[in-house]
């Protein structure tokens, strides 16, 4: 079950909220809003959920032994437990595959016998389940909040459904006061909706559109894929991946207001960026805040020498590229933004501080956009055919038509995609504002009047039209859903 199915937006999301706002007491809406979220798991993936239970309970035992131990030395050993178990849970199930891939290699190369492929089923969500757990536990190493008391709280923070399969990353000391106390007002609740629908706008009007030219292709022999095609195909998945993963994150903080929960902005218009170090200042801004407070300034930051500052950077970027898939083009797509990162720290990142802003945002997303193609290939020789094609020095006999992928439908959402990756509505707002400073006191209230309308039917109109979408059948894939 995701967000954008009509089983979740019919059925499931107003049965929640119902008995969420009928229920009386904090504690009892708690629980309602954990027995949800396992449902919710279970649905897609009832295989998997007492494991994952009985890891929530391991994780609430290890909190208090974290928390209990005064001793920093016996802390640092119950953390590391910790972080044995939680990493060793998510190595077991998404990476052991890849290991034992990358051993059959040099096996093959000596002439010795392979060893068999595990095929391990993979928990959904299991990346970011993994990142909860060990956020509960070193947030209580720093004493930055206490370990729960209840492990209903452990488990509804590491399940709760709005970000259980795309995030945004939460951090234990930001949600554990909401568990014990949060305000479920209209307000937030309009604000949430009014969130919601934009993410389901995003993901069914925009992503969707594009998604079906980018996969179809993606997946061209390299003699069909001409450098326009190639262009287009990248083009494409640039926006297909901005606006279905923030659409997605809009929805689960729009789905967290509903319920009074304030959770992490996890964008801000990243395609706007003048570097590669401001992109990752933008883009999934929970995975990066959390890979810099967990990992690089623990390695060491920016307080060690600059080698040791660069091959922590590019460290990071190692372990961000590996979060995201069991590949070695992710690892590689990980390490092409590190590269840039440290490059970025020599004298060549004073000298695009002094570039153009338009010669700036160029270079940055040109740098996206290259960076994408190894993010999206399955392979390298898939990502070198299209490297290849985007220049054109592919090898072309046949090639596919550019018409074939451009229809109207196409067009209009690579243009929208284009233009809200702006802060367009923000700039709406400011001049809204700006003109309300000019109208006498006495047709204010009626000007706002007018503006609350004017919302509330074009919210209205963005549900109608993507709701619409869905119920036509379009192409509904989910990019982030491996994760």
Not at 164 to 173: D, E, F, K, M, V
Request: hydrophobic share 55%; proline share 5%.
């Amino acid at each position: 079950m995701v967000f954008s199915s009509p089983l979740f937006l019919f059925l499931f999301l107003p049965v929640v909220l119902t008995v969420y706002f009928l229920l009386p007491g904090l504690r009892a809406r708690n629980t309602w809003l954990l027995l949800v979220s396992l449902l919710f798991y279970a649905w897609g993936e009832i295989g998997f959920i007492l494991l994952l239970l009985v890891s929530t309970l391991i994780n609430f035992e290890l909190g208090k032994w974290v928390e209990r131990s005064e001793e920093i030395s016996k802390r640092k050993k119950a953390v590391a437990v910790a972080v044995i178990v939680n990493v060793g849970f998510l190595a077991f199930f998404k990476y052991a595959g890849l290991a034992v891939a990358s051993l059959n290699m040099p096996l093959k190369f000596f002439g010795l016998a392979a060893v068999p492929v595990p095929h391990i089923a993979l928990p959904i969500g299991i990346s970011f389940f993994t990142f909860h757990a060990l956020s509960y536990i070193i947030d209580i190493y720093r004493r930055k909040w206490r370990a729960a008391r209840d492990p209903r709280d452990v488990a509804l923070y590491i399940f709760f459904f709005p970000q259980l399969i795309a995030g945004p990353i939460l951090r234990w000391n930001a949600i554990a006061p909401q568990l014990a106390q949060r305000n479920s007002n209209r307000a937030n609740f309009a604000e949430g909706v009014r969130r919601f629908v934009g993410g389901f706008a995003k993901k069914m009007i925009v992503a969707n559109a594009v998604a079906l030219p980018a996969d179809q292709i993606f997946a061209l022999p390299a003699g069909e894929l001409s450098a326009p095609v190639a262009w287009l195909g990248i083009a494409c998945y640039t926006i297909q991946i901005y606006f279905d993963f923030s659409g997605y994150s809009d929805m689960a903080v729009g789905l967290g207001k509903m319920f009074g929960f304030q959770f992490i902005e996890n964008f801000n218009f990243p395609y706007t960026a003048q570097s590669i170090k401001d992109f990752w200042r933008r883009w999934h801004i929970s995975l990066s805040s959390w890979f810099r407070d967990y990992v690089y300034i623990p390695l060491g930051g920016n307080r060690v020498s600059s080698m040791r500052t660069h091959v922590n950077l590019v460290a990071v970027f190692f372990l961000c590229g590996l979060w995201h898939g069991a590949n070695w083009t992710f690892v590689a797509w990980g390490l092409f933004h590190g590269i840039f990162l440290v490059v970025e720290k020599t004298p060549w990142g004073g000298a695009l501080e002094r570039l153009p802003r338009a010669l700036r945002h160029c270079y940055a997303i040109f740098v996206v956009m290259m960076g994408w193609v190894l993010f999206r290939a399955d392979t390298f020789a898939g990502a070198a055919n299209f490297f290849a094609a985007l220049f054109g020095l592919g090898h072309v006999t046949q090639a596919q038509p550019l018409h074939r992928y451009t229809s109207r439908e196409v067009i209009w959402a690579l243009c929208l995609g284009a233009a809200f990756s702006l802060p367009l509505w923000d700039a709406v707002k400011n001049v809204g504002t700006k003109i309300s400073g000019r109208i006498p006191a006495a047709g204010r209230e009626v000007y706002f009047g007018v503006g609350q309308v004017l919302e509330i039917f074009f919210v209205v109109a963005l549900l109608l039209i993507s709701a619409a979408w869905l119920a036509g059948g379009t192409y509904n894939p989910f990019i982030y859903f491996r994760f």
